[in-house]
């Protein structure tokens, strides 16, 4: 079996862990997280993944920070519609991590259309909302501590 890693992100940086695995058999992204540190990273989160979302076939989240699974609900809002692998723990706090993120959000976007608005400039749109968190969490499948999950033949 043939098989490549491509980091798209958390590279040169400590935020948005996103790592690509591509096999024979699939693509399967480790984390999908997201971009933390002001304006330009906003950007950053709101742009391409660098791959089409429709084309990976499972993730897997290490673990419930930010940073690691904070644009999985923007990467099933693009298309992802595979398994997203998690130790329950993980998955617990998935749903409550992500529902907060879209608040704040979605809190900060209003803030910043109202001065928008008065400047007459274009509105801004969040990154995901809170049916987008639902979707995604619709997706988790809890694998336990130890046990080994075979994802496709051969991996």
Same mark, same amino acid.
């Given at each position: %079996?043939? @098989?490549? !890693? ?5 590279? *040169? ?6 790592? !690509? !695995?591509?096999?024979?058999? *699939?693509?399967? /992204?480790?984390?999908?997280?997201l971009?933390?540190?002001? &304006?330009?990273? #906003?950007?950053?989160? @709101? ?7 429709? +084309?990976?076939? &499972? ?12 644009? /999985? ?15 329950? &723990?993980?998955? #617990?706090?998935? $749903?409550? %991590? ?5 608040? /704040?959000? /979605?809190?900060?976007? +209003?803030?910043?259309? $109202?001065? $928008?608005r008065? +400047?007459?400039?274009p ?11 639902? @979707? @995604?969490? =619709?997706?988790? =499948?809890?694998? #336990?501590?130890? +046990? $080994? ?7």
């Amino acid at each position: %079996m043939s @098989a490549s !890693l491509v980091f798209r992100g958390a590279a *040169g940086e400590v935020t948005g862990s996103c790592q !690509l !695995l591509r096999t024979d058999g *699939g693509n399967l /992204l480790l984390d999908c997280g997201l971009i933390q540190g002001g &304006a330009q990273q #906003d950007r950053r989160n @709101a742009a391409d993944f660098g791959f089409p979302a429709g +084309e990976i076939d &499972a993730l897997v989240l290490s673990h419930a920070h930010i940073d690691h699974c904070g644009r /999985l609900p923007l990467l099933v809002r693009r298309g992802f519609s595979g398994p997203i692998y998690a130790q329950p &723990a993980t998955a #617990d706090l998935l $749903r409550i %991590m992500l529902e907060d993120s879209a608040r /704040l959000a /979605l809190a900060d976007v +209003e803030h910043q259309n $109202r001065r $928008r608005r008065r +400047e007459g400039k274009p509105l801004l749109e969040p990154l995901y909302d809170l049916d987008d968190v639902a @979707a @995604a969490h =619709q997706l988790v =499948q809890t694998v #336990d501590y130890g +046990e $080994r999950r075979e994802l496709w033949p051969g991996l």
